[in-house]
């Protein structure tokens, strides 16, 4: 164990008791003596008091860190993961705009993720822009971060005239001190290496990095220049391995789903980069770990991009039923202590409906694969869903279709119920018209 090391399982044998109301180390000398353990015998606190402070020598520190684990009915394997230690993330504010699930993902890799209230001030205010698209993505951000025993909301304390990225490193260092374990910052473009030198409790981590931590990939770079490249034909290409071609890139996008949402290149081009990936084994189904964990149809839906939605859903085959689903959450899906605005099971049906594209609802309603009743974490059906914002059209297709109009949601509400609420409330339809020239009912 290096010098650091050793501080850092002082550090936390330290919290360990006082988390356990034993307040003093003469008290805790008492305890582990009265265990009635020959090996745990402590003549003075001072042996202790050398252990906490990371002094002594490694195997007396790991041997006393043993013992606290022992006075506090620790498991075996608590008691390994106790002495392992914790890791903490810092997302900072562009990992996140980058990737605004990420700290969902976080939480598969590392014990805490603590978000600085630097970051969800610079949200807030890139939430108030008049970049629409930048401001809905800062929204979804803070509206999705949920604080708890994992994710923690940290403040900044310090002279708030220094740059952000120094204030986001004092609170990584104060998470590291309080925790008692090495802390890694995740940036998608801030450069902290002049801030970092030298400092061995925090490290910075690109997002790109972060990426291949998590997936088995060695080469992220040469995946995001193939998700950059477009042809005609991809016949020369040499293809990625089994474990690249159904990778996340930085952003959290698969490299089918960033094909779908990049309409820079033609049509016919980006058919073919997706039928070469298909052909070399990749999912045509997989969701995305990026914003809603949403497969590639319901990309093509959001995107409005009929003729990309039909490709893929009659010559790719893919599978109409897959809804969002977050692998973090173990939670059932009809549960009401799920977040309402973390709903999940949404199918491309759903989300055709919710946004009034009668052309969608039409093909995926015609798609004999396709189940017309599912319901989301809320209960809605694609008919609720359709009812809800009083999308006639919608509504008239799913019925013909045979959209079951007894279903209730999470509430008990049938559509019908719903489709009134739309007329006693007044509320409007969404707007669905932009400046890419969408048009909606």
């Not at 990371?54 to 041997?63: F, N, P, Q, R, S």
């Not at 978000?115 to 008049?130: A, C, F, H, T, W």
């Not at 949403?294 to 990309?299: N, R």
């Amino acid at each position: 164990m290096t010098k650091k090391e050793m501080e850092f399982l002082g550090g936390r044998m330290k919290l360990l008791r006082e988390k356990n109301g034993v307040k003093s180390l003469e008290a805790m000398r008492e305890l582990l003596t009265a265990s009635g353990s020959e090996e745990y015998r402590v003549d003075n606190k001072s042996t202790l008091s050398r252990a906490e402070s990371g002094l002594a020598g490694e195997k007396t520190i790991i041997k006393w860190a043993k013992a606290y684990c022992s006075a506090f009915h620790y498991s075996e394997k608590q008691t390994e993961q106790f002495l392992r230690g914790d890791k903490i993330a810092v997302p900072d504010t562009s990992a996140l705009l980058k990737n605004p699930q990420l700290v969902d993902e976080l939480g598969e890799k590392y014990n805490i993720v603590v978000i600085p209230d630097i970051v969800i001030r610079e949200l807030d205010g890139i939430k108030n822009s008049s970049n629409r698209a930048l401001a809905t993505r800062a929204w979804e951000i803070i509206r999705g971060i949920g604080y708890g025993d994992r994710v923690i909301k940290m403040e900044y304390t310090g002279d708030h005239t220094i740059e952000k990225d120094e204030q986001i490193i004092c609170v990584a260092k104060k998470a590291a001190v309080k925790y008692g374990c090495e802390v890694q910052i995740i940036t998608d473009d801030a450069d902290y290496s002049a801030f970092l030198k030298g400092d061995d409790t925090v490290t910075a981590l690109h997002l790109r990095e972060y990426m291949i931590t998590k997936q088995n990939l060695v080469n992220m770079k040469g995946l995001v220049e193939l998700d950059q490249y477009y042809a005609d034909d991809y016949s020369d290409i040499l293809p990625p391995d089994e474990d690249e071609i159904n990778a996340f890139l930085p952003d959290g996008n698969t490299l089918i789903i960033s094909i779908v949402r990049n309409r820079s290149h033609s049509f016919e081009q980006r058919k073919a980069k997706i039928q070469w990936l298909i052909a070399h084994g990749a999912d045509v189904d997989k969701r995305d770990c990026s914003r809603r964990y949403f497969p590639p149809l319901t990309h093509a839906i959001q995107m409005n991009d009929y003729p990309m939605f039909l490709f893929l859903l009659n010559t790719c085959h893919a599978n109409p039923n897959v809804g969002s689903r977050n692998p973090h959450d173990a939670g059932k899906l009809r549960q009401k202590d799920i977040k309402r605005e973390k709903n999940e099971g949404n199918m491309p049906l759903m989300v055709a409906a919710w946004d009034g594209k009668v052309e969608f609802v039409k093909a995926l309603c015609a798609d004999e694969r396709t189940s017309i009743n599912q319901q989301d974490a809320n209960g809605f059906t694609a008919l609720i869903k359709a009812c809800y914002w009083g999308f006639l059209k919608c509504r008239d297709i799913l019925i013909e279709a045979g959209a079951d109009t007894k279903i209730v949601d999470i509430d008990g509400l049938t559509a019908e119920e719903h489709y009134n609420g739309f007329l006693e409330s007044g509320r409007k339809k969404p707007n669905k018209q932009n400046k890419k020239g969408r048009r909606f009912l």
